[in-house]
């Protein structure tokens, strides 16, 4: 179960950093989870599947990221809501392409096919569209980077990793899963 802080209520939420647990095993040993998000969305969300009779530590954070990585925000351009419209290549194998941001009043030419669209950056939203493509997920954190952090190339450290999944003002929804105490 998750609360949801909304903008409404982030001076909260903006207080809650996590203190990330290095994970304790396997292909990201040492590493935490917003470095292995930045890294590879689609290893983490090949592994993650929610549990809720699993207590430990590294698994709440898990249900966290998991939660925010879905609802990453769009930033308005000129001051109009913008919305994602996500593209796979039907020609190759249905590999993902990447999204094209767009106005949300905007529709898509025709004969143009989007996979879906959504008022969000969402990380899982790849493997869903194209699940055998196992670089899609690496290519939506290229297009997040450039159009969130303003910087398609910027190498994403620990530190930055994990500012950015600790940052309220990222996100349409920051989960705060119940029963931790804040």
Known sequence: TFRIASRSNQAVASSLEIAWTPLPGGKYTGKTLPQVLFADPDYFYYLYSPDPRSFSEVRWQADVIAERAKHIAIPPAHGAKQVAEYFLNEGDHR????????????????????????????????????????????????????????????????????????????????ALPAGKIW
Not at 104 to 115: A, D, F, G, I, R
Not at 132 to 161: I, P, S, T, Y
């Open 95 to 174: 590999r993902f392409e990447g999204v094209v941001l767009m106005p949300e009043t905007q529709k898509l030419p025709l004969p143009v096919k989007s996979k879906g669209r959504k008022d969000v950056f969402d990380l899982s939203y790849p493997r869903l569209i194209a699940p055998h493509d196992g670089n899609a997920g690496k290519r939506l954190v290229e297009q997040v980077k450039e159009f969130v952090l303003h910087d398609r190339w910027l190498r994403m450290n620990k530190r930055l990793c994990e500012q950015f999944y600790d940052d309220p003002s990222k996100f349409t929804q920051f």
